[in-house]
């Protein structure tokens, strides 16, 4: 219910009055909600002027007027009105806000947030440790993320610690599971996965502990992680293979070989590629694809010639693997969908590795729209914006010409028939 007179209030919320109240709400939220200076208002019209003459008690005639908050608060008391200014204020609009005594809530609450850091670093084995004192400073330049609450952001520091604690004591030993050792320090086997602020916390002091650089891909991550014995999740991602044949005698390159000489797939994980040696002949293309369906026609067809599968995206996992292969003098050849997405994904590919393109030139696009618009296969529409092929500048303004996107499987028949021809 309102303190103010019906008709009080209509006069005070005039428009006339208007600018005068936004400028002391500002004023007032500014120096600690206090009636305290003056502000002037300038380029006044004449409703203003009125309003302003009969709300002050005096006469006014030019466009510009100072107003003292003291003499206005004490106005307004003596006035049918009977409050004060920062009453009236919350009375024609929403509560003030003490900015001032926020701010100074803000830095009593950052201050806290680091030295409750400090408390728990001087409590731990790690004390006294430089590399803890550079990782607390980078910390601190570096802020707490957006979003995180004051309350949140010690219990994560303290959880960072305390994971720290347990990961670099020299006389721990064995392996553990980051899924397990995020259990125990935040009660939530996700508690260290890729991306979360605790995660980004304890590699950074991992990396400042070994004097080692901070990694920037999930790969040298998955190496800081067992750098101090600590397991990442190696096992549910996977890229997707056909007739891979090593020469290496261990049981994983015998076990790719056998699958090879059965026409049989093979996933891979990140585990095993730590493990396996990926030594091929010097040379050996290695044929690349984007859609799993052309693997599963290569392995129908008992293909000879070895695929690499990106699924759609290319993961980490798919260029680890590619990688590795390159580095043994593997080349690649590459084919994926035409669509915006599959050229740039082709781009991606074929730079890397200097990856030859497999049916993906103009032509090639040109003939198999004409192919399957005449054996009345759906046209998809080609959607979004235009990318540029590097190997190929006439792709593209063919593509935007036609108008349609065409997968991999559009093309299978000839794919498969390239994959059947004899190896290196």
């Not at 052309?294 to 260029?319: F, N, Q, R």
């Not at 108008?403 to 499987?409: D, I, K, M, S």
Request: glycine share 8%; net charge neutral.
């Amino acid at each position: 219910m309102s303190g103010l007179p019906a008709a009080t209030r209509d006069w005070l919320a005039e428009p006339g009055l208007a600018r005068l109240w936004g400028a002391v709400r500002k004023r007032l939220e500014g120096n600690g909600v206090r009636s305290t200076g003056s502000l002037r208002l300038t380029a006044v019209s004449a409703q203003e002027r009125n309003d302003l003459s009969l709300l002050l008690g005096k006469p006014l005639t030019g466009t510009a007027v100072t107003v003292r908050l003291d003499a206005l608060d004490a106005r307004l008391r003596a006035s049918a009105a009977g409050l004060g200014l920062r009453e009236v204020l919350e009375e024609l609009g929403p509560p003030l806000t003490d900015r001032r005594a926020a701010r100074e809530d803000n830095a009593a609450q950052r201050r806290h947030v680091w030295s409750s850091l400090t408390s728990s670093l001087d409590a731990s084995p790690l004390a006294g440790q430089e590399w803890t004192r550079q990782w607390s400073d980078v910390l601190r330049r570096t802020g707490v993320p957006k979003g995180v609450k004051p309350e949140a952001a010690v219990r994560t520091l303290q959880q960072a610690v305390q994971v720290l604690t347990v990961l670099l004591d020299s006389k721990r030993t064995g392996t553990r599971g980051r899924g397990e050792l995020a259990a125990t320090a935040t009660g939530s086997a996700h508690g260290l996965d890729d991306g979360t602020w605790l995660a980004r916390l304890v590699q950074r002091g991992v990396a400042l502990a070994h004097d080692a650089d901070l990694p920037g891909n999930a790969a040298g991550r998955r190496a800081l992680w067992r750098l101090v014995s600590v397991t990442p999740d190696e096992v549910s991602s996977t890229v997707l293979t056909y007739g891979l044949r090593p020469t290496g005698e261990g049981w994983r390159e015998r076990s790719l070989r056998e699958r090879a000489a059965h026409n049989a797939e093979t996933h891979l994980t990140p585990r095993d590629l730590l493990d396996l040696r990926l030594q091929l002949p010097a040379g050996t293309v290695i044929h690349i694809c984007e859609n799993p369906r052309v693997v599963e026609a290569a392995a129908d067809t008992a293909c000879a010639k070895p695929l690499v599968c990106t699924s759609g995206s290319a993961a980490t996992v798919v260029l680890t693997l590619l990688d590795a292969l390159a580095a043994t003098g593997c080349r690649f050849a590459y084919h994926g969908d035409f669509d915006w997405p599959g050229v740039a994904l082709a781009n991606r590919i074929i730079r890397r590795y200097e990856a030859l393109p497999w049916r993906m030139g103009a032509e090639d696009y040109e003939r198999l729209a004409a192919v399957s618009q005449a054996e009345g296969v759906p046209q998809l529409p080609l959607d979004g914006r235009p990318v540029d092929a590097d190997w190929d500048p006439g792709l593209a303004p063919a593509m935007t010409a036609l108008g349609v996107a065409l997968h991999e499987e559009a093309t299978l028949d000839l794919l498969v028939e390239d994959l059947s021809g004899p190896t290196r």
